[in-house]
């Protein structure tokens, strides 16, 4: 029997956790030598006398000024920032986070020792250097009255309470070797991509004294000039003001007034300079420029390459397993929803709705593929990959198996796919210009059917017959949407309704009736502000639903119906004779006429109802179907048997049962099983139509398979043994559809009449909202989900039954997608899917299993992947098709030809923010990828300054400012704002703990936000 047969080729092992041995000949792998890599990725770099200090694969490292192999010195979590040496050069201070903050860390250059914790606060600190008495000067916006804009602080590297610098705002800064000047800029963008920026916020250096607070910018530059650094009397900065416009260095002299370009690097901008006193005190810059480290030597002018070896293991760089579904953009519902379809991380994934295997159908770290839908006919999945560099529209065999075929060659933006029309032979895709294609699956002849004015992405519906497409498209001035038909056979486009209002999302029924579509028309409930005074006002859910009759056969579905008595009406009651006597009396003189045509009509109704009658008696002489004619599904049990695990003893059973006029009875059936399918030919089939007994016997490979079972309605059922095997089960299958019947349902051609289309519009009964999603399941019951934000409730309206009304499917959806056969849906709901029925009750309770979407990603493979497709997206995307003059693709070959030299994911983020940064435009960011996790612990905040108090009695940190906010403003009411504390109160414990004066008072509100607190205070300095 041909299912059982295909249940033997496709069984499977399961597999089970162990070990095994192996042997490996051949020698170890040998020990090898370090890398030198792009210097992009050594940031931040430091130099003192004999050492050089960066960053790299956020850790700290050093190396000897000369160059040479470097050492690792600290590797806390997260990206280590700003390293420097202290004016010893024997401790350096940095940017890091052991415990839970990014705080200032002080650590020894040499020999071992442990990294000390400076500051607490929870604000970042951004450092920039020791100060010439040996302080800490940082910038960050505890002071600043705004979050974004920073004040300047100097702390002792000992802990303590840092001190204000008397300046209103800083951030990139530097004193001067006397003390008495600060070189600063009042706010920075270094950290930005914005590259030759020319804007309101370009910064200038400034220089206040610290004495008599007397202040003069010493840089006008329109662009930027940053990053102050003193040595002797001069002051030596970044700036892009020279013809390349590329950072280099610069120097002012105080003496004179004087500006002078030092470098003149014309490809990459210098990147984070940082001075230091050279071999002999004539001061030396190191920085980062492209692929090298340079020393600066401020005597001569010499600049230098340093050579540096980084050694050791790059575990970041191996393939390691993933959970892909964490990372979910995109998917479909298969056919008849007994799977989906997955696009996840730039990977095809094919999972089952309930009980199944879980595939990766692409596997390709280097490559992306985006967007899959899933055919009609259940063969096929499409989706986009980037394999060729540009995204091209693929196609692969659903369940795995089969070659995967490229259909486009032609990609040259970015692409949507948007789905399969019914018929499966054609692909309807869209692209970022608007535009809307139609792909030709088997001649891959590609048709543009229209393009959006305003570029945007619309749903497009196709119709039962596979003839039409209906979608909306941006009216020319107030950008509405108007809907629009297309006729797949001839080409022509035709506008069904006025830009009077927005309307969109026209969807085709299954039945050839009614267009759907979504209206917003609705503008009787205003929303005004309740501020008094305040006229404005604002309309919400301002959407209906409409339903269009396709032409003008299709019945009005609310017609009114009248209840009457029935009765018979008088001529009903007049015998022939009378009725001919009031016919010969309403037509006098006719009698020779009938005479003369005397038996013509009769003969002429005679052949009528004689053809008439042939063609029922040619009906009547065609012999009954078949009753196993047709397609039959459900399921068969008792596998475990065989040897299969018992969470696959049943599986699904499909059988099509083909009967010849003869009465031979020839068909297939097809087994899926832990996610695998086959389908075979039936073995012999003898069938009792009396009693309704079938037997399907079969013997393939040695083995004989028997079937016996009854047919009773629409249900096929009965039990199966293996004979050789001794294994036996039961099986039961019901009728799906005939052959004839989907046939016949697939030749019924939509018809549409166009004239006054719009004008045959009826609004449904619904109360108007927001709605998007519309779908028609396999009741011809309109879908659609009523939105409320971003998440919303799948619901159901039937137009032949208005008096249910709008009936509830699913709660709490963000999307979803129906089945071909309208039966399933697939939605989402932010923390996971689940697949449902088309019908009102449905739940989330039982969502798609995605324990198994795990895969190996090779770092390298998938980071050149990301690079390309982030430059493409700058490409496709940017508001002008010159990119602001950039040879765009002289920067992806510049660039590009870093990232092997990537060895962790924020090393390619930083490229991908540079190549975005060389398209001078501001707010165009990049964050997000693997990056190394960081611990996080809260620091709770009194809503208080600090001071250090000092009386004869002792010292101990002081409140010197209580934060309450006006009268009036109650939510800014802080923690000390109703208690019994006052500002001059010395604060001398914390849940009992003593505050000690050496250490930042933050440091005893560690993991203290928002729990509740005893404070010990006094107006003396000390517990009495």
């Known amino acids: 029997m041909s299912h059982m047969s295909a249940f033997r080729s496709v069984i499977s092992l399961t597999l089970v956790c162990g070990c095994l041995g192996s042997t490996v000949s051949g020698a170890g792998a040998a020990q090898q030598e370090g890398i030198r890599p792009d210097a992009t990725m050594l940031r931040f770099p430091d130099v003192s006398e004999k050492y050089i200090v960066f960053v790299y694969a956020n850790d700290l490292w050093r190396v000897d000024r000369a160059g040479g192999v470097a050492v690792k010195l600290a590797s806390p979590p997260g990206q280590e920032q700003f390293p420097r040496f202290d004016p010893t050069g024997k401790t350096i201070a940095f940017v890091g986070n052991y415990e839970g903050g990014r705080d200032i860390y002080t650590l020894p250059v040499e020999g071992a020792g442990e990294a000390f914790r400076v500051t607490y606060h929870p604000l970042r600190e951004q450092f920039n250097d020791w100060t010439p008495d040996g302080k800490l000067l940082f910038a960050d916006s505890r002071q600043s009255g705004l979050n974004r804009q920073s004040k300047l602080f100097v702390v002792d590297p000992h802990g303590g309470l840092p001190q204000p610098l008397p300046v209103p705002y800083g951030t990139r800064a530097a004193i001067s070797p006397d003390g008495e000047w600060l070189a600063y800029t009042p706010y920075s963008r270094d950290s930005r991509t914005w590259k030759r920026y020319r804007g309101g916020m370009a910064s200038d250096i400034w220089l206040f004294n610290l004495k ?68 002999k005190g004539h001061g030396e810059i190191v920085l980062q420029n492209g692929s090298k480290i340079f020393l600066v030597d401020l005597l001569s002018g010499k600049i230098s390459p340093v050579d540096i070896v980084i050694p050791g293991d790059r575990p970041t760089l191996r393939p390691h397993d993933v959970d892909f579904s964490k990372y979910i953009q995109n998917g479909d519902i298969s056919a008849t929803g007994k799977r989906v379809v997955l696009e996840a991380r730039g ?41 060729t560099g540009e995204y091209e529209i693929y196609i692969t065999q659903s369940d795995g198996r089969g070659e995967t075929e490229q259909l486009t060659d032609n990609g040259t933006c970015y692409r949507y796919l948007v789905n399969w029309s019914p018929d499966s032979e054609y692909i309807c895709f869209e692209d970022k210009t608007g535009s809307i294609y139609l792909l030709d699956v088997d001649s891959r002849e590609i048709t543009e059917v229209a393009r959006d004015l305003g570029a945007e992405q619309r749903p497009v519906s196709w119709s039962s017959d596979s003839k039409w497409l209906a979608f909306s498209l941006t009216s020319r001035g107030d950008r509405y949407g108007v809907v629009n038909i297309y006729n797949v056979e001839t080409g022509e486009l035709t506008p069904v309704t006025s830009p009077m209002f927005d309307t969109r999302e026209p969807t085709f029924d299954r039945e050839g009736n009614y267009l759907y579509m979504v209206s917003s028309r609705h503008f009787a409930s205003p929303e005004y502000s309740t501020i008094p ?17 396709l032409n003008g056969d299709v019945e009005d579905p609310w017609k009114i119906e009248v209840d009457e008595e029935e009765f018979k009406s008088e001529s009903a009651d007049k015998s022939e004779e009378e009725k001919a006597e009031d016919n010969s009396e309403d037509n006098p003189g006719n009698e020779a006429d009938d005479s003369s045509n005397e038996g ?38 008792g596998l475990s048997a065989m040897g299969l695990p018992a969470e696959f003893d049943s599986a699904s059973l499909i059988i099509n049962i083909e009967v010849a006029e003869d009465g031979t009875i020839t068909g297939t059936s097809t087994l899926e099983i832990m996610g695998q399918s086959q389908s075979d030919d039936l073995g012999e089939v003898t069938f009792n139509e009396e009693t309704g007994e079938i037997t399907i016997r079969d013997e393939k490979d040695g ?62 009964p619904v109360s108007p909202g927001s709605f998007t999603d519309l779908h028609v399941n396999n009741k011809n ?50 923390r996971g899917f689940a697949v449902v029925n088309a019908a009102p009750g449905q739940s989330f309770s039982k969502p798609v299993p995605m324990d198994l979407m795990h895969s190996k990603v090779d770092p390298r493979e998938e980071w050149r992947q990301i690079f390309n497709d982030a430059w493409r997206i700058q490409r496709d995307f940017f508001y002008v098709a010159n990119m602001h003059g950039v040879d765009w693709e002289g920067i992806r070959e510049r660039y ?3 990232i092997d030299d990537c060895v962790i994911r924020e090393d390619l983020s930083y490229l991908i923010g540079e190549i975005i940064g060389e398209i001078n435009v501001g707010h165009a960011y990049y964050f997000g990828g693997d990056v190394e996790h960081q611990p996080f612990s809260n620091v709770g905040m009194l809503g208080c300054d600090f001071e250090i108090g000092e009386t004869d009695e002792g010292k101990a940190y002081r409140i010197s400012r209580i934060y309450h906010g006006a009268d009036w403003d109650v939510d800014a009411r802080g923690p000390l704002s109703r208690k019994d504390v006052h500002e001059g109160d010395f604060l001398l414990e914390v849940n009992g703990i003593p505050l000690d004066i050496n250490t930042s008072p933050w440091a005893a509100f560690l993991d203290l936000a928002g729990e509740i607190t005893e404070l010990t205070v006094s107006e003396k300095p000390f517990v009495d």
Request: aromatic fraction near 8%; charged fraction near 30%; avoid cysteine.
């Open 533 to 549: 005074a305040d006229t404005t006002f604002v309309y919400r859910d301002t959407d209906v639903l409409l339903a269009v009759p």
């Open 703 to 764: 083995m004989t398979s028997i079937m016996h079972g009854k047919l009773e309605g629409d249900t096929l059922s009965g039990t199966w043994e293996v004979v050789e095997m001794n294994a036996s089960g039961t099986w039961s299958v019901t009728r799906v559809a005939s052959e004839e019947e989907e046939s016949k349902e697939e030749k019924e051609e939509v018809t549409i009449d166009f004239e006054g289309f719009e004008a045959r519009a009826i609004m449904l």
């Open 781 to 830: 019951q309109l879908l659609y989900i009523r939105r409320d934000g971003r998440m919303g409730a799948i619901k159901l309206f039937d137009i032949t039954d208005r008096d249910s009304g709008e009936r509830n499917v699913l709660s709490g959806a963000m999307t979803y997608n129906i089945s071909a056969d309208g039966k399933k849906l697939g939605a989402a709901n932010g």
């Open 212 to 279: 008599d607070y007397s202040a003069k910018r010493i840089t006008d530059w329109e662009g930027t000039d940053s990053l102050p650094m003193w040595h002797g009397d001069k002051i030596y900065y970044a700036s892009d003001e020279g013809p390349n416009h590329r950072l280099n260095i610069w120097v002012y002299d105080t003496k004179s007034g004087k500006h002078e370009q030092v470098t003149h690097f014309s490809t990459f901008d210098i990147k984070w300079p940082s001075i230091g006193p050279g071999p």
């Open 896 to 898: 590009g030809a870093m």
């Open 600 to 637: 013509e009509p009769e003969k002429a109704d005679s052949a009528e109802n004689s053809s008439d009658d042939e063609n029922n008696n040619a009906d009547a002489d065609l012999p009954p179907a078949n009753p196993l004619q047709g397609r039959w599904e459900g399921t068969i049990s």
């Open 347 to 387: 990977e095809i994934w094919s999972l089952p709705a309930k009980k199944g295997i879980t595939r990766n159908l692409t596997r390709t770290s280097g490559v992306a593929e985006r967007n899959p839908i899933w055919s009609p006919d259940g063969k096929w999945i499409a989706y986009l990959s980037d394999k």
